[in-house]
């Protein structure tokens, strides 16, 4: 192989990786919890309207009143929210907002949002509680064991 | 170490792999808690069962019709035997009798017609067998739903059409060789002398023949074409002889398969069954145009070995069950092997 | 003229013997025609990729390329990769595609190396080979994923807390191409975008066969001997040839997965193989020969058999498997078929030459075999 080709072929190698790290950067999906509860920072109570709209990244908005969480999936970090504020004063706010490519699940406060409070409050790392075996797959991996079979079964050509 | 070389060509490195996973498999047996002597009667269980379908490979293979992935073809005819003894409501050894005579008359005539159209072929065999092999299951499957089949025990009950899926063939002639002469000692070792004795002496007789007129005639076909024009012998006739028997063979190899497994199977059951035989003969040292009763012996009790030990060892060892992935990996690349080789064939 | 006709008869027998089955089973399924016309275009954005995967090979000689199956693999474990690690939309789908990429290659190189070792036998090689890598997927699959190779989703992996699920849903990436650019007419959807992309790799093997590598495929495919005697380096370009057939159907497997929006782990690519040659076939190729038009035909009828032969049989004599059992029957009896009508071929054409070499034109015997 010439020097140049090695060169061409590195370079290819090397675009497609960083191809590959950008894919995966755009097309990381996040499951949003959108959520209405108050809270408390640094001391200050943030609570949000008592009804509002909510839309992420042009998606059709969603109802909301106090205290609930939506769920809204996403792809990518950079996220814009539309908030449209129903009751009391009518008023909209968009905002900007960033979710780390490697979490997960991300709690997105509302009443952050809205308080403006600093922007490393609106999103933060939501943990799951430890869920528990899917019944559904375990009894059909045991029932697959507890299948009478013939004493000479596997003997049987199935797929070669 | 060149001597361990020649060794290896001799044998066949695959081969010598094989051979050593077995040996080890057996030699850990009784350190894992496995019962051996159970599993020593299962292999033995299953050379009776499987023997006659590996050898029934044997004279395709000296004719230079390549590996016949086509039994699927015999397969049908002995099924074709079975379902009529059966509907004829015969019982015990009439019964098996009878499907023998029965799938033998079908054997032949399937094995010409497929001769004819491999005669045609040549060079293209192994291909064309297979799925020659398929279509022909799947036009059977059609034809177990529409054919007249009246007898209770294989038809569908209520609101089905046809022969059903599986048939057992319990109170028929179920373990009918198996149970010929058996030798039983303590309740997990079990000797099926029967199917056994038929197993060999089917291969005396395919020894015999092959040293026969017409015998060395299908090994001269096969062996050296330009040689066997020469000396005045008919090819294709020879050629269609030698696919008659092989079809004949695996229709009497799926009855005794039947009589020890218990159950008939019909539809997609025939599908794949000529690759387990075909690993076997392969892993037996038999090349696609060279195999001899030693590769047919030797093959079955390998194969077979590894079939029955392989499970029983992993589940006792790792808890896992790999044994389908380890079967799958063994035999085609046993095949694999064989096809990528120059038609060379080990001692 | 009358000869004219006759030819195009024969040349086109396999097209118009299931144009009339077609014919025949249609109105006995009751199947109505939107129906029909609706699966039809999904089935071809669905499959017409894979089929495409198929035609390099026949040019260099080496037959259909029942190895295929090992390009889907690497397509199904590139799809598995992405699900796990959650990567969604088009960049999902174009990740899954990077990561089967190398893989296809290796598989693709290692698939033209052992048919290299076995001229004259490709295809019956490349059938086991399937059977063979399609046991080392399933130890990669099952055994290896969620114990070596970690998998970071747990709900993607069986109870026993390694290997993947049967069952893998792919709702992140779910028809994403089809629907990528929306098309209704007449009440029919139209996956406008998959339609582009199988434009574009017709493009490509138009083009490919034009380069000087498809030419030189083209030779060895004639005659390996003459063109190796001409300085092709004829191995090379069959590898080759396996490589891009391959990669393309590990693509073909991921565009395929996409509109259907499950794999199911151990059992989607095994018989894609068969399909997609089976299809090939019908549209009126034959071992040496295929064209775009062929895959196109072909997809169109062998679909139209799938889809209407279930209905047909159950409407016939009342059983649904009738008409299950008859479509697999099409697909290995069709292939049968083409195989036996290539050997005849071969077997005339042999002997042709072989009249010829002895009727005293040395000279001529090859332009007459070729």
Known sequence: ??????????????????????????????????????????????????????????????????????????????????????????????????VPTFMDSALVSIPAILGDAAPEHWVTKFTAADREDTPAEQMQHEGDAALPTPPDAKSLPSKP | MTHIKRLAADFGLPRIIITLYLLALFLAAPFVGVDLPASISDTMIRIGMNGIMVLALVPMIQSGCGLNFGLSLGVIAGLLGATISIEAGLIGAWGFIVAIFISQGFGAVFGYGYGKLLNRVKGGEMMIATYVGFSSVMIMSIAWLILPFKSPTMIWGYGGTGLRTTISVEGFWRHILDDFLVIQIGDNFKFPTGAVLVFILMS????????????????????????????????????IVSVMMSTMLGALGILIFEQSFGFIQLYEGPLYMAFPAVAAILIGGAGVNKATLTNVFIGAALYQGILTMTPSIFNAVLKVDMSDVIRIIVSNGMILYALTRKSKVAK | MISKLRLFLIENAVVILFVLLIAFAIPVSGLPAS????????????????????????????????????????????????????????????????????????????????????????????????????????????YAMGSIIPVFNPEMLLSRGYGIRNVVGLDGVRQCLDNLIPLKIAGLNIPVFSFLIIAAVSWFIVWFRKTKLGQDMRAAGQDRAVSGAAGIPVEQTRIVAIIISTVLAGIGQIIFLQNLGTINTTSSHEQIGMFSIAALLIGGASVTKAS???????????????????????????????????????????????????????AAQEHASRATLRGGAPADGKEAAA
């Not at chain 1, 090397?14 to 097309?27: H, K, N, P, Q």
């Not at chain 2, 001269?220 to 330009?226: C, I, K, L, R």
């Open chain 1, 1 to 98: 192989m010439s020097s140049r080709s090695l060169i061409q072929r590195s370079a290819l190698l090397f675009a497609l990786l960083v191809l590959s790290a950008w894919l995966f950067y755009i097309g990381k999906a996040h499951t949003l919890l959108i959520d209405t509860n108050a809270v408390t920072l640094d001391g200050r109570e943030f609570k949000s309207a008592e009804a509002i709209t909510v839309s992420v990244d042009g998606k059709t908005p969603e109802d909301m009143g106090r205290a609930e969480r939506i769920l809204v999936s996403v792809s990518g970090q950079q996220h814009r929210i539309v908030i449209e504020v129903v009751s009391g004063g009518a008023r909209k706010v968009e905002k900007r907002f960033a």
């Open chain 2, 204 to 239: 005396l007789l395919i020894w015999v023949f092959f040293h026969l007129k017409t015998g060395t005639a299908i090994t001269a076909v096969g062996s050296n074409p330009t040689y066997a024009r020469a000396s005045g012998i008919n090819i294709d006739r020879m050629r």
């Open chain 3, 35 to 142: 129906f029909l016309l609706q699966e039809i275009l999904t089935r071809l954005g669905r499959n017409t990729f894979l089929v495409i995967a198929l035609l390099l090979p026949i040019m260099a000689g080496m037959g259909l390329n029942f190895g295929m199956v090992l390009g889907a693999m690497a397509g199904q474990i590139g799809l598995i990769f992405i699900t796990d690690w959650g990567v969604v939309g088009l960049p999902g789908l174009l990740l899954a595609m990077i990561i089967s990429l190398p893989i296809s290659v290796f598989l693709g190189w290692l698939c033209g190396s052992i048919m290299n070792l076995a001229k004259g036998r490709e295809m019956v090689t490349g059938f086991i080979l399937a059977f063979f890598m399609n046991g080392l997927y399933m130890m990669v699959v099952l």
């Open chain 3, 292 to 346: 775009i038009p062929n895959v196109i035909v072909g997809v169109i009828l062998f679909h139209l058999l799938f889809l209407v032969s279930p209905m047909a049989g159950k409407n016939l004599i009342g059983s649904g498997m009738l008409g299950e059992y008859f479509r697999q029957f099409v697909s290995y009896g069709v292939i049968a078929l083409a195989l036996v009508l290539y050997e005849w071929k071969r």
